[in-house]
Every structure is written in structure tokens, then in C-alpha cells.
Nanobody, 126 residues
Framework: QVQLVESGGGLVQAGGSLRLSCAASGSTSNIAAMGWFRQIPGKQREMVAAITRSGSTNYTNSVKGRFTISRDNAKNAVYLQVNDLKPEDTAVYYC????????????????????WGQGTQVTVSS
């Protein structure tokens, strides 16, 4: 089992920045990819950014150039630097981890992730 704990969310004005962090514990050697997803009430959880253990990344189009995902394998942590925030970025942000056995499914689809954190709220005021 893997446990994920997010931190770093909060209330920020449009144009501001935050750094989200996610710490993994437990059977971390089982983790291949990690990702950040977000969800607005009434909508499906969507991939924001994801990164493999080797450092390959994938971003949803709406955040390219504004968000940066990074990973520290030694610390079993993944980070999301979010810049130039917009009101439409308001959501609960979830950290997720994917086992090696699911890597064949890619790192975009939320259904290919095995472990989830509790989420951290990001609210952007206009």
C-alpha cells in the first residue's frame, strides 16, 4: 500500500502562484508514475500533470506554460508549481500514484492510477 499526503493549497488572487507538494509513504518502490488531478463539483476528475519515474511529463493543454510538475524520487515526493493562476483553476487538487503494472495504460487516464491522496483545495479569486 501507498499513502499520499498533499499540502500547499490555499486562497490566492488571480495571477498568483502556489506550490503543491505530495509526500508518498509505504511501498513506494511500487510507484511508476505520479500525477496531479483536479476536480470541480459535478465534474469528472481531470489530469493536470503527470510524471514518470524517469522524468517524462504530460500536461493538460490549459496549464501548459503555467504549471510545472517535478519529482524527487529520493524523497518519494512530487510537486506542482502553479503560476499565473486563473479563477478557472479553482478546484480540489489530488495527488495520485500509479503502480508499475499499470504503466502500460499511460499516465493521463485517472483510471490507471492506483493510489490517491485526500486532496487540497486551491481557490483563485478574481
Amino acid at each position: 500500500q501507498v499513502q499520499l499526503v498533499e499540502s500547499g493549497g490555499g486562497l490566492v488572487q488571480a495571477g498568483g502562484s502556489l506550490r503543491l507538494s505530495c509526500a508518498a509513504s509505504g511501498s513506494t518502490s511500487n510507484i511508476a508514475a505520479m500525477g496531479w488531478f483536479r476536480q470541480i463539483p459535478g465534474k469528472q476528475r481531470e489530469m493536470v500533470a503527470a510524471i514518470t519515474r524517469s522524468g517524462s511529463t504530460n500536461y493538460t493543454n490549459s496549464v501548459k506554460g503555467r504549471f510545472t510538475i517535478s519529482r524527487d524520487n529520493a524523497k518519494n515526493a512530487v510537486y506542482l508549481q502553479v503560476n499565473d493562476l486563473k479563477p478557472e483553476d479553482t478546484a480540489v487538487y489530488y495527488c495520485a500514484a500509479q503502480k508499475w503494472s499499470k504503466l502500460w495504460a499511460g499516465i493521463v487516464d485517472r483510471r490507471s492510477y492506483d493510489y490517491w491522496g485526500q486532496g487540497t483545495q486551491v481557490t483563485v479569486s478574481s
